[in-house]
Structures are given as structure tokens and as C-alpha cells.
């Protein structure tokens, strides 16, 4: 199991990544098959990981031990616990209620508990962030799986906290001059767009930080424009047909958006076109 150093303070940090488990564990075979692709993280100078994802990550000997490794090598890695977002908040937890709402909207079963034990008529008379956000977790009230070590795992728990996350530093921290996701779960990236959507009609007198992504296919794509791999070895570390999201610059110069389920030959000739940015 691996300790990460806690952080409850981002201030004048201006590139931060969010790291959820998908992407370590792709990234983690990158490295066992000869790829190291450590190298995309250093452009971050604070890349966070939230507990909820810890847990997750610390379900794999093999996932605890890279992220170690990355640690090791000097990255600026840290964990921050869910209870701490509301001082990244300023303490706002009126705001704050209104982004974890937003970011479980779509999920019926934990936008209900919400509604029935945390929200009330008068925003003053609900219990204090930190205690309502912990009992959430402990009550999950999506049905889990008990792992081989005994833990119940709780579906979607990352992803939503990574969502919250997010929209916290959009919101909060308009000195940030880039905001990444590292993530391959297509649940993350519609919960976070989703709640994006919804707080900009909340918010309206802020301005938010864009929040971007780095799924398995852009750092794939990444990797290959860097020289760091080749096309020939594309399909030892894409193995399935998926379903992308990019934009593309036409031959008027104008720019498709284009979201598509991509074959290994598809995807090759894609990360050929310079003009392709491969989105999700």
C-alpha cells in the first residue's frame, strides 16, 4: 500500500494534472513493455490524486508500486482528501454543495441520497461539508464489489471525485493556465462536461479555467509525435476498437469535431495528420 504526501493547499500552481486510475495503469503498461511515458507529466508542476482514487489505486500492488516510482523520480505528486476541497473552496460550501450536485447529476441513485439527507430548505441549517461529504462515501448508495482484500469497492467513487475536483479549480483558481484529466473513463469525461454545463448557469459571475483531457489515445498520440514510439508497435498498446473524440483541420481550413469508433489503421493514419488533436 503506498502513503502519498497529503496536500490541502494549490494556490499559485498553474499547470495541475488530476490522475485517475486508468490512465496509471495504462501508463504502467507503457513502462512493463519498454515504453516509459513518465516523460508527459512533466510538464505539471502539482498533479493530484484524491483519496478516493488512492483506495482504488492501492487495490494493485503493480499500480501502487509505479505511482511510487514516479514519486521517486522527482514528480510532484500528492494525494488531497475530499474533505479538504472545501477549503479549496474558500469555505464556500454553499458553492460547494451546488458542484457535488452537479457533478452526480447524472447519477440517479447518489443525486437522490443527496437529495433526502444532505440538501435543505434553508442552505444554513445543513450539516458542515466535510461530515456530509465522508458519510457519502461510507453509505455509497451504489451497490459495490468486495474485492479479493476485503474492501468494497465503490462504482463511480473516483470518478466522481475527480469531477468535483475539477470544477473546484475551474471555478476557484483562475490563475491556473492548464487543467488536465488524465483519464480513460468515458464516465469521468461526460460527468465532468455535464457539470461544467450545469454550473455555468450557477456561476455567472465567474469565469472558469477550461478543463482538458488526456485519455490512452492522446498520450498514445503524444508519444508517437515525440519519437517514442513507433507505428508498427501502435497495436501492442492499443488493443481494442474505441470510441474517440477529436477535432480535425479540413482542407478550407476549417475544423470538424468529430467522435467515432476508431480501428487500430484508423487511429495510425489519425496520429499521422498534424492537424488531428485527439480530445477523448
Request: charged share 25%.
Amino acid at each position: 500500500m503506498i502513503e502519498i504526501t497529503p496536500i490541502d493547499n494549490i494556490d499559485n500552481k498553474k499547470h495541475i494534472a488530476l490522475l485517475d486510475t486508468s490512465s496509471i495503469s495504462f501508463m504502467q503498461g507503457l513502462k512493463e513493455v519498454g515504453t516509459a511515458p513518465d516523460t508527459i507529466l512533466e510538464a505539471y508542476d502539482l498533479i493530484l490524486i484524491p483519496e478516493w482514487v488512492l483506495a482504488e489505486i492501492n487495490d494493485s500492488e503493480g499500480r501502487a508500486d509505479y505511482v511510487q516510482s514516479l514519486i521517486d523520480a522527482g514528480y510532484p505528486i500528492y494525494s488531497i482528501a475530499e474533505e479538504t476541497y472545501s477549503d479549496l473552496a474558500n469555505n464556500e460550501e454553499g458553492n460547494l454543495y451546488q458542484i457535488v450536485l452537479a457533478s452526480t447529476y447524472q447519477i440517479a441513485r447518489i443525486k437522490s441520497y443527496l437529495r433526502r439527507f444532505v440538501e435543505k430548505e434553508d442552505p444554513l441549517d445543513m450539516d458542515a461539508y466535510k461530515d456530509w461529504i465522508n458519510r457519502l462515501y461510507e453509505e455509497w448508495p451504489i451497490p459495490g464489489q468486495t474485492l479479493a482484500s476485503g474492501r468494497i469497492k465503490k462504482k463511480n467513487a473516483g470518478e466522481v471525485s475527480i469531477t468535483i475536483l475539477a470544477e473546484v479549480v475551474s471555478w476557484y483558481y483562475p490563475e491556473t493556465e492548464a487543467l488536465t484529466i488524465y483519464s480513460q473513463d468515458s464516465d469521468t469525461f461526460e460527468l465532468q462536461r455535464k457539470a461544467e454545463a450545469s454550473l455555468r448557469d450557477i456561476f455567472t459571475s465567474r469565469t472558469q479555467i477550461p478543463v482538458s483531457y488526456k485519455s490512452n489515445d492522446a498520450i498514445l498520440c503524444q508519444l508517437f509525435r515525440e519519437g517514442k514510439i513507433s507505428l508498427e508497435n501502435v497495436g501492442n498498446y492499443r488493443k481494442d476498437m474505441r470510441k474517440i473524440t477529436y477535432s480535425k483541420e479540413q482542407d478550407d481550413h476549417s475544423i470538424i469535431l468529430v467522435t467515432e469508433v476508431v480501428d487500430n489503421g484508423s487511429f495510425v493514419n489519425l496520429i499521422q495528420n498534424n492537424s488531428v488533436h485527439i480530445i477523448f
